[in-house]
């Protein structure tokens, strides 16, 4: 998309900040229309950009306008301004298809960033006469003790090449880290072995495959929503199926299966094969870092510790990134509470 000149569509509540933003884009050489409230953005013509501040005049939220401007089939990007957003408004903007979030106060040049950002992110619809074509990850790593994170980071490297967003990148590559340490401690026992992992990225979906050839484990045995809760107040119960029972929280598969939105097992005496499908909505925030390192993923060590500590009102998140932020989220928000050990 061409940042040249764009139409924009502003909401905002009526202040001289909002004049300001307003201003700005009209200075960069944008044609920015001011919208007062929610039925006047869905009677207009779809815009080539939706600017949204937290609330506009008539007290439409800008997340509710969000969802009901994706409801009505809107699909220009939509850049969301807000001054001190919680954890549930990133994550509810995550889910509802924000392409970028900018924080108030506005430092200099971050709306233009913004915008450059959103709209190279945005590709052309796919021609139908045009076999969808996968861009594809394979590696195969030696069990020992690097192996989880070489894998993660690897995967989240390739992620990155693909243009798939951080928020996406960090839960993914965190659920390739809860599959490989799951292999590396259940598998092989004491012997030696090798886990694969295949990744493949498809218009807006990722498939991963992780293999191992280990001893396997009966897949019925194991209750997904068994894991304990990590937050005092959240109650939820899954009827199990009925036999001995092992905790998916010994595995880590309740925590999986939460970071995807599809999860296939299949396991036999001679291995297992786990294959998890991703959405990808679109989404990118501001402050994201555009840089691999260790903190690109949730390792399950740290996740067992951070969820720990929240259960005992111990952990500080607010140095945690938006889309680490995001993945704990997924994470914490299916958690069981049949029993009240620490997650393992």
């Known amino acids: 998309m ?3 000149s764009l139409s924009i569509a502003y909401g905002d509540k009526p202040s001289p900040r909002a004049l300001v933003v307003a201003e700005i884009l009209r200075s ?24 949204l501040g937290r609330q506009l005049a ?53 709306l233009a960033k913004a915008i450059a950002r959103v709209c190279a992110n945005r590709t052309p619809r796919p021609r139908i006469d045009v076999e969808p074509r996968a861009h594809s990850f394979e590696q195969s790593y030696l069990r020992d003790e690097h192996t989880v994170g070489r894998a993660a980071r690897e995967v989240s490297a390739f992620l990155t090449n693909e243009g798939v967003a951080h928020a996406h990148r960090v839960r993914i590559a965190s659920a390739v880290a809860e599959l490989v340490d799951n292999a590396c401690r259940h598998a092989y026992g004491t012997q030696d072995g090798q886990i694969h992992v295949q990744a493949s990225v498809q218009r807006t979906r990722v498939e991963l495959v992780v293999r191992d050839q280990g ?14 809760a990590a937050l005092p107040g959240k109650r939820t119960r899954t009827p199990a199926p009925t036999g001995k029972l092992r905790s998916a929280s010994e595995h880590g598969l309740g925590r999986i299966e939460r970071l995807c939105e599809g999860l296939v097992l299949e396991s036999s ?24 390192g260790d903190t690109e993923f949730l390792d399950p060590t740290r996740v067992r510790s951070l969820i720990q500590s929240l259960r005992n009102g111990q952990s500080d ?6 889309g680490m932020a995001m993945t704990l989220g997924r994470i914490l928000g299916g958690l069981g509470s049949d029993t009240g050990k620490s997650a393992s």
């Open 317 to 322: 998140l607010t140095q945690v990134t938006p």
């Open 2 to 4: 061409n940042t040249s």
């Open 215 to 228: 001893r396997g484990f009966d897949v019925r045995s194991v209750r997904l929503e068994s894991v304990p």
């Open 58 to 110: 008539d007290g439409t939220r800008g997340l509710d306008l969000l969802a009901e401007l994706r409801r009505t089939g809107r699909s220009a990007p939509v850049l969301l301004i807000d001054e001190e957003p919680d954890f549930r408004d990133m994550r509810a903007a995550v889910e509802l298809g924000a392409d970028d979030v900018v924080l108030r106060p506005l430092e200099s040049g971050a």
């Open 269 to 292: 005496p001679r291995g297992t094969l786990a294959t998890l499908t991703f959405e990808l909505s679109p989404v990118r925030f501001v402050e994201e870092a555009e840089h691999l």
């Open 28 to 51: 960069q050489g944008h044609v920015v229309e001011s919208l007062p409230d929610r039925s006047t953005f869905l009677r207009q013509p779809e815009p080539d950009l939706y600017v």
